[in-house]
């Protein structure tokens, strides 16, 4: 594997499920960032780690839990959604904190 | 609060035609780079403009950072249904403790072949 991979690609989630996002970088880069895309909205930051501690917090609810056990590997845990956290979250990293970001494809969450 | 407006959020042409996109904002930016998102994937580094006024060519496509780097255009020459996608501008400021990026509202590119 290259790059930046997740998984899964899609899930289709209850309101009371507990799911994870999987982020994995094959780059050696010390920085990873979790991003939600909604439609009509940017690109929005949600979480970084910076060398596995996280650096930035935007305000995101607490249902959204991440967790970064080693620099190559970042997971986005979730539990209790509502329906408008259906986005697309995309994983990305870079060598250093905002350096030059790459992109995994993302995960198409939808929560019913 | 930070923010770049795109123009114009979709765009549909012929292939062969010219077109340009514009990002615009009343910040300042140390450095703004421009990304293109295919579907199903994540975005992918085109570009980084870093001083006022800079110009930069790949291929066909031009980007230019506006002279007080709030603002930035990227035109492309003779579209072809390949340069399909949404185009993502993204400001940088660097504050050591506050490092962000903040991106864009978008450009839908669609070339008709």
């Known amino acids: 594997e290259t790059g930046v991979t997740q998984t899964p690609r899609h899930l289709v989630m209850g309101m009371t499920n507990k799911k994870s996002l999987k982020c994995e970088q094959h780059l050696g880069h010390n920085a990873m960032y979790w991003y939600k895309q909604s439609a009509k909205k940017p690109l929005e930051l949600m979480f970084v780690y910076s060398l596995e501690e996280r650096v930035e917090n935007n305000s995101v609810p607490s249902r959204f839990s991440p967790e970064c056990p080693n620099s190559s590997h970042l997971f986005l845990h979730l539990h209790t959604l509502q329906p408008e956290d259906s986005a697309l979250y995309l994983c990305?990293?870079?060598?250093?904190?905002?350096?030059?970001?790459?992109f995994g494809p993302g995960t198409r969450l939808t929560v019913l | 609060t930070q923010l770049l407006e795109q123009s114009p959020q979709f765009l549909s042409i012929q292939e062969g035609e010219n077109l340009t996109v514009y990002c615009n904002s009343s910040?300042?930016?140390?450095?703004l780079q421009w990304y293109r998102q295919e579907p199903g994937e994540g975005p992918v580094l085109l570009v980084t403009v870093v001083t006022g006024g800079e110009v930069k060519k790949l291929k066909r496509l031009t980007f230019q950072f506006g002279d007080a780097r709030k603002d930035s255009s990227l035109h492309i020459t003779a579209a072809q249904p390949g340069d399909t996608g949404l185009y993502l501008c993204a400001g940088m400021n660097y504050g050591g403790a506050t490092n962000k990026l903040i991106f864009g509202t978008g450009t839908l590119l669609a070339v008709q072949p």
């Open positions: 990305a990293s870079s060598q250093r904190w905002f350096d030059e970001q790459f």
């Open positions: 910040s300042v930016f140390s450095s």
